[in-house]
């Protein structure tokens, strides 16, 4: 793995996973209904607590609690970003168990269309704080199967 251009440390893993579901309403979901998550992955998220401003609005403050590799887990995010023309979310988190290995770790969700299929690509942009700390490749498979398992939830319904 190479490290992103600019600082040794810093570091960038995308996933891109086919949604069967609609697009838009995996969005708003994790955009703008972000409470609602752990209902539909109680297995992943516990909870989406707002601390700060609204759903879905920019300069809003997220905590999520969460399962990671058998681990209860927590992150304290801001909104930097939600822009629904193009189904783009991104968060910057600012607190919590991912703060004690990374730094500046930004995580950008966007659903895009391609040849009729939505895609929904996750990208994880982070800077370790030591050369040794693990990439968050486990991270990167949360979201993969939190995107799986709220694909399989909207096709049931």
Known sequence: ?????GTPLSYKLV???AFKAAGDIFHDLVGKKS???SNVTPSKVQ???L???NYGTTGSTIEWKYTLDGKEQCAKQVIQEV???N???VLKTIDGDLTELYKD????IHVETKNEIDFVSWTVEYELLKPDNPHPFSLMNFFIGLTNEVEAHLLQG
């Open 83 to 85: 822009d629904d023309a």
């Open 51 to 53: 601390h700060e401003g």
């Open 1 to 5: 793995m190479e490290p992103a251009v």
């Open 105 to 108: 770790m930004t995580i950008s």
């Open 15 to 17: 996933a891109g996973i």
């Open 35 to 37: 409470d609602t998550l």
């Open 47 to 49: 909870d989406c607590v």
């Open 87 to 89: 189904r783009l979310i």
